[in-house]
């Protein structure tokens, strides 16, 4: 593809201060989360599924179908197992989304980073979570560091509301070159 002559779109990067104090402050570089990151995202953590359980009735026994007295069953969003599942994807997709983002080649995990299946991606997202909480990062520096990538993603509410307007009222943005 080619736009006005570039042959590829330059990534946008950036980098992130997370404020330290009595020491000096973590800086680290990011970029811009490339494109099908969603679907990627969704192929290696797809959403859980709440188990099937008998939906209670009135007085608390089972609903029955009126027709054929079986009983009724719907999703049981309760479930622990489900519920801590979700807690899983979502604290996995977080960090993916970082692994994504990070364009710092001084930062290093141990952990070997493979994102090749599911299986691999849970059992690589839980482990750099942990390096992460036993370097001391917080669940605000987290948050800094992802916005900041949504940030060079052009994610961030200002790019996206200037989009929607440009889109709105038929005007289309900028483009380099």
Do not use: W
Not at 146 to 173: M, T, Y
């Amino acid at each position: 593809m080619k736009l006005r002559g570039q042959t590829q779109a330059t990534k946008a990067s950036g980098e992130v201060r997370l404020p330290r104090a009595g020491a000096a402050d973590i800086l680290i570089k990011v970029k811009a989360m490339p494109l099908g990151i969603e679907e990627e995202m969704s192929r290696l953590f797809p959403e859980p599924t709440p188990p099937q359980a008998p939906v209670p009735g009135k007085r608390g026994l089972p609903l029955r179908d009126p027709d054929t007295k079986k009983i009724v069953y719907g999703p049981d969003l309760n479930d622990s197992k489900f519920l801590q599942d979700k807690q899983d994807r979502a604290r996995r997709t977080t960090v993916f989304l970082l692994l994504s983002g990070l364009d710092d080649p001084e930062l290093k995990f141990d952990t070997a980073v493979d994102l090749s299946t599911p299986d691999a991606a849970a059992v690589t997202c839980d482990a750099v979570h942990k390096e992460l909480r036993e370097f001391g990062l917080s669940t605000g520096d987290l948050i800094l560091v992802v916005d900041a990538i949504n940030q060079c993603s052009n994610l961030s509410g200002d790019e996206v509301d200037r989009a929607k307007e440009a889109f709105s009222s038929r005007e289309s943005p900028a483009l380099p070159g």
